[in-house]
Structures are given as structure tokens and as C-alpha cells.
């Protein structure tokens, strides 16, 4: 899978970034070049976790107002590549237009995988809104209590037409963070 969407059901948005941000490094440390997009305009997590303060990012590259070398800095861990959200907004449909499509058909000319952070999504019911359709597969990020929930909407992607679609179940540890083997979940793609 060339381009990969992390999403997320209600509750798991913070997973979901660690989990795009780690599958992303470990891959990136194995030697292919990753760039890890953060969609999820409004909460904009990847940023603070690849150490990036706020800046221009995906929103205002979609809009216009910044180019990929303004927008695209590096991991300070490892070699992947960031597009980090940008000035919180609404997507108002960018993320599944024409210009999206374009960004991603050109980084995948440039890099081995588009890991595309997008949070909690309504695709395929609205995929006006959402960039899920133009990856290849879906990783759905979800608490143990959603798994019917995470389960049918990874059948909806498939009849949709995403290629793979896999459910990763997030629990809780008895010190209260969440917690899942991000290399496993690497190994598997």
C-alpha cells in the first residue's frame, strides 16, 4: 500500500496521530522515504509530536498561500518527512478535491509511502470531505467498545474501494494511557 489512510472513530484522534507518526518512523528508519500528512485540520496533532511549532502546512497549501518546500519539513527522529495541518480550519471540502488528489499523486512520485493522518471521518458517506478514496488502503484506529463500529466501516471502505483495510484496537493501560505495538502494525503493511 502506496498511500495509506489512519483514521479514527470517536475517541481515538490521539492514537491515531501516534500511530501515523510511528508506523511512519519505523519505516522511514528501515530505509524507505515516508511522509506522514496530518488532514485532521482541526486538532492538528502530528505537529506537536514531530517536535514542528505552527506553520503553514497542508490547509494553506491546498488554498494556495504556500508551496511543498514552505509547507514539508523533516522529523526531528528520523528522515520522514512531515506536511503538518497547518492554521486550524475547516476542510470545507479540500481534502477531497482535485488539488488533494494532485498533492498526493505527487508525492507519490517523490516517496515510498503517503501515510495520511485524517482522524475521525464520515468517508465513504462524505467523501467530498475527506481523502480516504484517494488511498489505497485504511488503517481505522479504534477503543475495544467500537469494534463493530470499526468493523463495518472497514467493509464500507472496501466496498468503496480501498485495497486494505485493517482495524487496530486501542486499550486503555491500567496507567491510563492508550497503547498498541506500533511495529507490529509496520510489519504488517
Known sequence: VKRLAVVTLDGAQVDGALLSVAVGRKLASEGLSVIVVDAELQLAKVGALVGRGVGPGLYELLTGHSTPAEAVTRDIATPMHVLCAGQLQDAGGLLGSET?????????????????????????????????GQCH???????????????AMCDAMSKAGLRS??????E???????GFDYSRVAASL
Do not use: W
Not at 103 to 110: A, K, Q, R
Not at 111 to 122: F, K, P
Not at 165 to 170: D, H, M
Not at 172 to 178: E, N, R
Open 172 to 178: 486503555q493501560s491500567a496507567a491510563g494511557s492508550s
Open 165 to 170: 483495510c485493517q482495524y487496530v484496537r486501542v
Open 137 to 151: 488502503g485504511a488503517l481505522i484506529v479504534a477503543k475495544a467498545a467500537h469494534a463493530q463500529e470499526a468493523a
Open 100 to 132: 488533494m488528489m494532485a498533492v498526493l499523486d505527487t508525492m507519490e512520485l517523490i516517496y515510498d509511502v503517503i501515510i495520511v493522518n485524517e482522524g475521525v471521518t464520515r468517508f465513504p458517506a462524505d467523501s467530498a470531505n475527506s481523502a480516504v
